[in-house]
């Protein structure tokens, strides 16, 4: 019996929206202009403004790769999908680091306001644990429980930065704003270099991609609607503090946006403030603790850590064990209590595997041209180069003990790659291959098993509706979580199995080598052919073994057919009524596949659910005239496996297992369905 637990699809455009808004709007508009005016004065403002213009060109990029590639992980596993391995891992690995620093970063701003206006002299250290043990609890039991509890603190956060920069408004004066860069641009890159964490939110979009509903719409619009709102708020709400304190004042605390809360309203305007405060530093740790999770269960889920990190919690359907471990280092990070050293650190971990997930777009048009693409960013290169050059160039801007504890945590993460054999021997692979597929050759052990689909029609989806199924007679039976991939050359049919699978699909003939290549050896286990007509499926099939695809199927129903495809190790399913039962079989019970000789078409395990009204509904097993050859191995009713006995009371509604030769099969649903 399986053990895998699938995600919960249950996260519309709204709660999208909000996952991006919780950690955007985070606490960094409260804390970090202080930090700015310090590096520029009232040129922030204009720091902000290009940063929200600058990020413009990788939120494209990721909504383009978001909606082709709806997979948990966000931009690592978009990187995992088209560049090398070792690179995937190293992108990954700085996401996560920039997901653990964000989260120490907002803990220790939650943790000063709770010192400095409720609880003078407590331990930030003390405080940042019960902060993280609450709010790990709450995303063990599901990003939308999460999201609830989000939601609204975002919504009052929002309230006040939007009431107290109208307020403020009114009482702006402009010798604040005057000189507008009395410092110089010396520090405006530094800046930007700074404020970059306060506009990374919605890339946290794409890492719950296996839990939004119709991602391939849901997730462009969500990270527009995000970074739309996000810059006109920051730019406002800055403005707004600049033109209404002196920067010079500004600079002096560590708490500016409460400063001018009160300036501006009085003690409604502080309380509001620290509110706020509390509710975005929370909102924002909440998701990004959720996101960094999900990265960690992505780079385990692909064999780079250990696989108890890719484990679902049975009932809440959420990596448990990796939230542990995420956790466990936010509060190692929170312990420093220095908001402007984790934010660096974070600003490094996202700055560098953010780079990564733009060229990715470049290697997704070169190796994938065939791949459906709901969104396009347009201006192809230029978007996806402007996105690489706006983030490396950051890097150098960053504070000095940052980049020396960045490259340190790089080299671990290099470290803790090279710990397993299979990761050396691929590193090896990479820099000694000879020709673009040498890579791919080395043999890979997953749970998870990665199935190409060629042909969309009416067989392919039966056999992907069969792979995807999550009831219990599946999760009894079945030994591996699957992962579909389409091939389908009718553009029609592609926005039909894009709007019901939500998966990666590649327009294109698949008969074409072109583009079976680039679907990539490494992102397929198995390969199933299965159009409508027999000798494309031939063609398909054979096409996909002279790509070194080692277990490759293919649907015939000319048994003349049969000889040719034994002859190349293709398993071939011809029996019409039985394929996609038949192809769940052989990829799930492949002992049980080879023991009834399925390559040959002989013989299946196969169900059929009893209808209202049939004749055997109510009689008992005994009593049924089952096929002498067949047998019946099992009986689902509703959720409960029932082991079938000779006084087993067949009712309507049972799904009853078959196995025996397909021939007699057939007689026994028939027999089983038909009805008084």
Not at 369 to 389: E, S
Request: charged content about 20%.
């Amino acid at each position: 019996m399986s053990d895998r637990v699938e995600f919960k699809r249950e996260i519309g455009l709204f709660m999208a929206v909000m996952i991006g808004i919780g950690a955007m709007m985070g606490p960094g508009i409260f804390a970090l202009p202080g930090e700015l005016a310090k590096l520029v004065g009232p040129l922030g403002i204009v720091v902000y403004l290009a940063m929200g213009a600058v990020v413009v060109f990788t939120a494209l990029n990721y909504a383009e790769l978001g909606a082709a590639l709806p997979i948990a992980g966000g931009g690592y596993s978009f990187v995992d999908r088209t560049l090398s391995k070792p690179t995937a891992f190293l992108t990954g690995w700085f996401f996560w680091i920039g997901n653990v620093a964000a989260c120490a970063m907002y803990v220790v701003i939650f943790a000063l306001t709770i010192r400095t206006y409720f609880w003078p002299g407590a331990s930030v250290p003390l405080i940042a644990l019960i902060a993280t043990g609450v709010f790990a609890a709450i995303n063990l039991r599901g990003m939308s429980e999460a999201l609830m509890v989000i939601t609204v603190m975002n919504l009052i956060e929002l309230a006040v930065l939007i009431v107290i920069a109208i307020i403020g408004s009114f009482q702006i004066e402009a010798p604040n704003l005057q000189p507008f860069a009395p410092l110089g641009f010396g520090g405006f890159a530094g800046g930007m270099a700074l404020v970059y964490i306060s506009y990374v939110g919605f890339d946290l979009i794409t890492v719950a991609a296996e839990e939004i509903i119709a991602p391939s719409k849901t997730i462009p619009r969500a990270i527009l609607i995000t970074l739309v709102v996000g810059v006109m708020i920051y730019v406002g709400v800055v403005f707004v503090m600049i033109g209404t304190v002196h920067y010079e004042e500004l600079a002096e605390t560590d708490v500016p946006f409460i400063f001018v809360a009160e300036r501006v309203w009085g003690g409604w305007g502080r309380w509001a403030a620290i509110t706020a405060t509390i509710m975005a530093s929370l909102s924002a740790f909440s998701v990004t603790l959720g996101a960094s999770s999900r990265v960690l269960y992505a780079l385990s889920r692909d064999g780079h850590l250990p696989q108890r990190l890719s484990q679902l919690h049975k009932r809440f359907r959420t990596p448990h064990i990796a939230l542990a471990v995420c956790a466990l280092f936010v509060f190692v990070f929170a312990a420093v209590g220095i908001v402007k050293f984790v934010a660096s650190m974070a600003d490094f971990g996202f700055l560098m595997g953010l780079g990564f997930v733009n060229f990715s777009v470049i290697a997704l048009r070169k190796r994938m041209p065939n791949l459906r693409r709901p969104f396009h960013a347009g201006l192809y290169p230029w978007i996806p180069l402007i996105g690489i050059a706006t983030c490396w160039v950051f890097v150098p801007a960053l504070e000095p003990r940052t980049l020396f504890l960045g490259i340190g945590l790089t080299l671990a993460g290099f470290a803790v790659y090279l710990i397993r054999p299979l990761n050396r021997a691929e590193l090896l692979e990479e820099l000694r291959a000879i020709d673009k597929f040498k890579r791919y050759r080395i043999p890979r052990k997953r749970k998870r098993m990665r199935v190409l689909i060629i042909g969309g029609g009416q067989k392919g989806q039966n056999i992907a509706k069969r792979l995807l199924a999550k009831d219990e007679y599946r999760l009894v039976f079945r030994s591996s979580e699957h992962q579909i991939t389409f091939v389908e050359i009718d553009e029609a049919r592609c926005k039909k199995l894009e709007a019901r699978y939500n998966v990666p699909i590649f327009q294109g003939d698949g008969t074409k080598r072109e583009v079976l290549d680039q679907v990539g050896l490494h992102n397929v286990d198995v390969a199933i052919a299965a159009s409508e007509d027999d000798g494309r499926n031939v063609i398909a099939a054979l096409q996909c073994k002279q790509l070194g695809m080692k277990r490759v199927m293919a649907i015939v129903q000319d048994p003349d057919y049969l000889p040719l495809l034994k002859k190349e190790g293709i398993v071939a399913i011809s029996t019409p009524w039985a394929t996609a039962a038949m192809v769940e079989n052989f990829l799930d019970r492949p002992g049980v596949a080879e023991l009834f000789e399925i390559g040959a078409g002989v013989a299946s395990l196969v169900g059929v659910v009893v209808p209202e009204g049939a004749l055997v509904s109510g009689k008992q097993i005994r009593e049924i005239k089952v096929p002498a050859e067949c047998v019946v191995a099992a009986v689902i009713r509703g959720k409960k496996f029932v082991v079938p006995r000779g006084d087993t009371t067949i009712e309507a509604g049972d799904e009853v297992v078959f196995v025996g030769p397909t021939s007699h099969i057939k007689s026994a649903q028939d027999l089983f369905v038909l009805r008084r």
